[in-house]
């Protein structure tokens, strides 16, 4: 059974002062000649502990304190300002020249309405992986329709749809705050991470020459809707959410985020405004998924000034580190065995 609940573990994160994303498996460590060795048993719980003014962030717990540690393996990673948990709508927008550090190429890789679609090279593994896995149960007819967008050419998609509406007799303001609710303004777009990927049936795309609700109603939309989260995709925009999202229903929109955060939502019925607040709420949890692993998630708050980061693994394997876009950064871990 899938659960959530406070734990402790022990893991020394060293933080200095720069934004960067992570993605450490076992694998990545011995490919480049560094191996966690397991460290000393010791009966002192050590909680979190937060030294911004030295860059330093200790999380403890059963098993360890930092006395008791043998010095490990130290990692850097850059960039967890472009982390996969990060925020973007009309509240916390991104700036001008933000971009992904890594995209792939998604043509020949995933059947593309268009060519020179481009994604988060994590994002466009696991898209891959899901489509090979609907296509394998029946479902062939997916196709990708719109994946990272450029600040300039959000821009002009922005304009289009305002001027849309002023010659429908609208005001330029009015005609602004109707398109918002459509088209997402320049630096508030998900495209703009290479997060986010608008999916949907190249059948019914023929038949409705774009993107439409209807979609959801299709043996693709059904299938995504059951199943991407097991590839780290949610569905962005919910109808029961718009209040909170404030964009209107997109059954097509999906959004990275990664395991096990997806799946967390997805059991939660939480949208991502939800998921920031709960993760704030609750600083650290422990999460067991369906398929046996267990992950402890940390929240720090006030961490935006934060720049680079070195990683002390011990028991547990460094997963991810990012930045939510609201202050605050999300450690996430996978752990090899709980003591």
């Known amino acids: 059974m899938k659960k959530i609940i406070p734990s402790f573990i022990t893991v020394l994160f060293l933080l200095f002062i720069f934004s960067a994303e992570f993605s450490v498996s076992s694998l990545d460590m011995q490919a480049v000649g560094l191996v966690v060795e397991p460290e000393p048993v010791v009966d002192v719980a050590v909680p979190i ?6 860059g330093k962030i200790t999380i403890g717990g059963k098993g360890g304190s930092a006395e008791a540690l043998v010095k490990p393996h130290k990692f850097e990673f ?15 927008p991104v700036e001008k020249h933000f971009f992904h550090p890594a995209m792939s190429d998604l043509e020949g890789r995933v ?43 959000q821009t002009a998609l922005f304009n289009n749809k305002v001027n849309t509406y002023i010659k ?45 609700e209807v979609f959801d109603q299709s043996d693709e939309g059904k299938w995504l809707i059951k199943n991407s989260h097991k590839y780290g995709f949610i569905l962005r925009y919910p109808q029961d959410k718009q209040d ?59 961490a935006s000034d934060l720049n680079d980061i070195e990683v002390y693994a011990y028991v547990g394997q460094a997963v991810n580190a990012s930045s939510d876009n609201t202050g605050g950064l999300i450690l996430t871990v996978r752990m090899d065995k709980i003591i």
């Open 49 to 54: 502990q937060a030294d911004y003014a030295n």
């Open 78 to 92: 850059k960039d967890i300002g472009k982390g996969n948990l990060i925020l973007v709508n009309q509240s916390y």
């Open 111 to 153: 059947p593309c309405s268009k060519s020179s679609l481009i994604l988060a090279e994590e994002a466009a593994n696991q898209l891959a992986k899901m489509f090979e896995d609907a296509k394998s149960e029946g479902v062939n007819d997916l196709t990708v329709v719109s994946a990272y967008r450029s600040y300039s050419y």
């Open 168 to 212: 429908k007799g609208k005001t330029k303001s009015e005609a602004k705050k109707l398109a918002g609710k459509v088209v997402a303004a320049p630096g508030t777009s998900e495209h703009q991470t290479g997060l986010a990927v608008d999916i949907f049936s190249k059948e019914l795309l023929q038949r409705t020459g774009g993107l439409e």
């Open 244 to 302: 909170l999202t404030r964009i209107i229903y997109e059954p097509w929109h999906y959004r990275y985020v990664g395991k096990p955060h997806a799946e967390i939502m997805v059991e939660k019925n939480m949208c991502l405004e939800e998921y920031i607040e709960y993760l704030k709420e609750n600083q650290r949890i422990e999460y067991t998924s369906s398929n046996g692993e267990t992950f402890l998630i940390y929240y720090l708050d006030n």
